[in-house]
């Protein structure tokens, strides 16, 4: 093999897996993100949350402008998306608000993240649209962790009723025009 066969071979296999190294680290950030909201240092796992978000996005993208989609990456996205903006976030407001409401606590946070996996296994389960069905999970967890910010600023029943709404909208019938 010829000098120009490997550097086209090599430059072949990085580009099939530019998309999913971001994809990984998606995950990567919201693995840390979780870790760090159970060990109480919150406001870094949001920003950690918000970076994931910034990955999330580029993913797709880079996939799309390099024609590299697969279902394996849709699959992989979608599993990143429920650690970043599923588990993530409702660690990061468990551990740090719904942690004082015991078993109603604990419910709330499941809830959410359940909505969001069902809301994920629903979009992957569908055929591409222009449109997303249901507010997607990196918006959720996003303004999860921004609610988290706020949270001095907001009751306790405000904050709940965020959560509770999120999850709710992740799994309505309502359309999202696609950027």
């Known amino acids: 093999m010829s000098l120009m066969q490997v550097i086209g071979f090599t430059f072949k296999k990085v580009k099939a897996q530019t998309a999913n190294a971001l994809t990984l680290s998606n995950l990567v950030l919201g693995g840390f993100a979780a870790l760090y909201s159970t060990s109480g240092q919150f406001s870094l796992a949001a920003l950690l949350i918000f970076i994931a978000a910034f990955m999330d996005r ?16 849709r699959q992989l996205d979608s599993m990143s998306d429920l650690v970043s903006f599923g588990a993530a976030p409702a660690l990061l407001l468990y551990h740090s608000f719904l942690y004082d409401y015991g078993v109603s606590g604990m419910v709330l946070a499941v809830f959410y993240i359940g909505c ?21 999970i990196t918006a959720a967890g996003c303004l999860l962790a921004l609610s988290f910010l706020a949270a001095p600023l907001l009751s306790p029943a405000s904050l709940i009723t965020i959560i509770f709404i999120l999850s709710l909208l992740m799994v309505s019938p309502l359309r999202i025009k696609k950027m």
């Open 58 to 73: 580029f993913d797709g993208m880079a996939a799309r402008r390099l024609g590299i989609e697969s279902e394996m990456g």
């Open 116 to 136: 969001g996996a069902y809301r994920l296994a629903r979009f992957n389960a569908k055929e591409p649209s222009p449109y997303f069905e249901g507010l997607p």
